[in-house]
Nanobody, 116 residues
Framework: QVQLVESGGGLVQPGGSLRLSCVVSGIIFRNNVMNWYRQAPGKGRELVASITSAYSTNYANSVKGRFTISRDNAKNTVYLQMNSLKPEDTAVYYC??????????WGQGTQVTVSS
């Protein structure tokens, strides 16, 4: 059974930092691409960052230079380090494992609120 459990969200002031974590079970973690998505109120779900099994990364233009995705295969965990946070980064952040085009798994989401 595939499970993804996120943690690390919260309230932070503009310019601040947070690190999100996602612990994954039920798959051979080291062999797979992992993603972080976010969904702001009234908007669709947006791909924020991806990391491959070879540690290649990709980012949405809106977060390049501020966010860093990483993984620790020994801990079956993917991270999202978020720096220089802006109010427009406020959203629910989801960890995602795309097993196939017709089979994708999501965590429960963690709320990030950037506000003074």
């Amino acid at each position: 059974q595939v499970q993804l459990v996120e943690s690390g969200g919260g309230l932070v002031q503009p310019g601040g930092s947070l690190r999100l974590s996602c612990v994954v079970s039920g798959i051979i973690f080291r062999n797979n691409v992992m993603n972080w998505y976010r969904q702001a109120p009234g908007k669709g779900r947006e791909l924020v960052a991806s990391i491959t099994s070879a540690y290649s990364t990709n980012y949405a233009n809106s977060v390049k230079g501020r966010f860093t995705i990483s993984r620790d295969n020994a801990k079956n965990t993917v991270y999202l380090q978020m720096n220089s946070l802006k109010p427009e980064d406020t959203a629910v952040y989801y960890c995602n494992f795309p097993r196939s085009p017709s089979s994708t798994f999501w965590g429960q989401g963690t709320q990030v609120t950037v506000s003074s």
